[in-house]
Nanobody
Framework: QVRLVESGGGLVQAGDSLRLSCAAS????????MAWFRQPPGKEREFVAA???????SYADPVKGRFTISRDNAKNMVYLQMNSLKSEDTAVYYC????????????????WGQGTQVTVSS
C-alpha cells in the first residue's frame, strides 16, 4: 500500500521558518516527480513546489526565494523548507507524487498525503 505522510506543520508567527517532511512508503519514488501543494481556507488546492527525479526544482511565484524543496531518495523522503513565512502561507500542505509526466496540475499526481496544517499569525 502506497502512503505519503506529511509532518512538521504548526502555528508560527510571520517571519518564522518551518520544515515540512513527507515520508513515502509502499514503493520507491526515486524516479517520480514529488511535489507540495497547499489549500488555503476556502480556496482550491494550489501548486507550491515540485522536484523531479533529477532533483530539478520548480516553484510557484508566491514562494520563490522563500521556500526550498528537496528530496532524499535513499530515505524516500521529500522536504519543504519554508522561510520568511507570511500570513498568506496559511494552508493545509499536501505532499504528492507523480509516476508519469506531471505539470503543476492537481490531476497529474496519483498519490497524496493527508495534509499538515500550517498557520502563520501576523
Amino acid at each position: 500500500q502506497v502512503r505519503l505522510v506529511e509532518s512538521g506543520g504548526g502555528l508560527v508567527q510571520a517571519g518564522d521558518s518551518l520544515r515540512l517532511s513527507c515520508a513515502a512508503s509502499g514503493r520507491t519514488f526515486s524516479d517520480s516527480k514529488m511535489a507540495w501543494f497547499r489549500q488555503p481556507p476556502g480556496k482550491e488546492r494550489e501548486f507550491v513546489a515540485a522536484i523531479a527525479w533529477t532533483s530539478t526544482p520548480s516553484y510557484a511565484d508566491p514562494v520563490k526565494g522563500r521556500f526550498t524543496i528537496s528530496r532524499d531518495n535513499a530515505k524516500n523522503m521529500v522536504y519543504l523548507q519554508m522561510n520568511s513565512l507570511k500570513s498568506e502561507d496559511t494552508a493545509v500542505y499536501y505532499c504528492a507524487a507523480s509516476t508519469g509526466w506531471a505539470t503543476r496540475a492537481v490531476r497529474d499526481y496519483e498519490y497524496w498525503g493527508q495534509g499538515t496544517q500550517v498557520t502563520v499569525s501576523s
